[in-house]
T-cell receptor, first 113, second 111 residues
């Protein structure tokens, strides 16, 4: 079956702009989590969605937001982009919330100029 | 707050020898631990896991050890192969906590 799909894979934005990233989970998976990966910081948890509800949120400013649709697809949005937002944004899906193994997509690499 | 810590950013070993990657955690609610492997330009992939009711789990060349009292786990790779060269992330979850990851350890296996 198809894996986790993230779009776009690469994008370049300028400071002050906003960006929306999309994630389609594995079929049947209802939980989607988002992580930010930067060099030396590992994977920083952004938020987790299950059944269209945000279950957990990491320690990120309100400029970072997300949502999940009824088909389990998820989007995350970053407004008023800053240079420090340049990172690889990874989406992961799982059968249920905070359970078991996460399956990751290949990520969306965002560069903010 | 870094609830999962991997204090070694990098590790280099010779092909055929043992690789030992370490991880510490602070949250006593964590009861499920995983290791992920990541190649460049790819998402992390699941490698091996262990629940808190066990102290060892083995899968082929990979073994994970858990020391709950020390809040420490380690991943042993024996024998190491050049294809094992990647970044390894330790992760933990439990209670109502989301899955937390360490900063990763870059393993280089030299031929």
């Amino acid at each position: 079956k198809a894996g986790v799909t993230q779009t776009p894979r690469y994008l370049i934005k300028t400071r002050g702009q906003q960006v929306t990233l999309s994630c389609s989970p594995i079929s049947g998976h209802r939980s989607v989590s988002w992580y930010q990966q930067t060099p030396g910081q590992g994977l920083q948890f952004l938020f987790e969605y299950f059944s269209e509800t945000q279950r957990n949120k990491g320690n990120f400013p309100g400029r970072f937001s997300g949502r999940q649709f009824s088909n389990s697809r998820s989007e995350m949005n970053v407004s008023t982009l800053e240079l420090g937002d340049s990172a690889l944004y990874l989406c992961a899906s799982s059968l249920g919330p905070s359970t078991g193994e996460l399956f990751f997509g290949e990520g969306s690499r965002l560069t903010v100029l | 707050d870094q609830q999962v810590k991997q204090n070694s950013p990098s590790l280099s070993v010779q092909e055929g020898r043992i690789s030992i990657l370490n991880c510490d955690y602070t949250n006593s609610m964590f009861d499920y631990f995983l290791w992920y492997k990541k190649y460049p330009a790819e998402g992390p992939t699941f490698l091996i896991s262990i629940s808190s009711i066990k102290d060892k789990n083995e899968d082929g060349r990979f073994t994970v050890f858990l020391n709950k009292s020390a809040k420490h786990l380690s991943l042993h790779i024996v024998p190491s192969q050049p294809g094992d060269s990647a970044v390894y992330f330790c992760a933990a979850s439990g209670g109502d906590n989301d899955m937390r990851f360490g900063a990763g350890t870059r393993l280089t296996v030299k031929p």
